[in-house]
């Protein structure tokens, strides 16, 4: 349908494979899968390291309380982008870098936000709970387009 890059939510390379032979680039989420691509461009990554850590010393120092959502982003290590292949152009690499310091110092979800409606679903000055994220968010960014 005309994409150059496709992204993949699972732990197996069946995505991947099918961009191989379309002669596509693939962009993966929670794992690095560059040895099933050579057109394997990055991924977005948990650092379970860092959570678990957070996790536990919380645990450890009685700071934990059950009903906690642990949401740990760039600012904290929690999620971070997987080294970028050769493939990936050098301005390409610093606009992705400047990116990742804007998301640092503002959540990307602050602000007006409309859905791919036209719908504002974040008016100017506002910004979506984490709570909203997870459990309503049954809507897609303006921009988005769905093809049946």
Request: aromatic share 10%; net charge negative.
């Amino acid at each position: 349908a005309g994409a150059d890059v496709i992204t993949y939510h699972e732990d197996k390379p069946h995505a991947i494979q099918m961009a191989e032979a379309m002669g596509l680039y693939t962009i993966g989420y929670g794992s690095t899968k560059e040895k099933y691509s050579p057109r394997y461009l990055t991924a977005a990554l948990y650092d379970w390291d860092v959570v678990y850590k957070k996790v536990l010393g919380d645990y450890m120092s009685g700071r934990m309380r059950p009903s906690r959502e642990y949401w740990l982003g760039l600012e904290e290590g929690g999620v971070r982008l997987d080294n970028m292949s050769s493939l990936v152009a050098p301005k390409t690499r610093d606009l992705v870098e400047l990116e990742q310091q804007r998301i640092r110092k503002q959540d990307v979800f602050t602000g007006l936000i409309r859905d791919n409606a036209g719908k504002i679903r974040c008016e100017d000055g506002e910004q979506i709970s984490d709570h909203e994220l997870f459990y309503g968010m049954d809507w897609f960014v303006e921009g988005v387009d769905i093809h049946d």
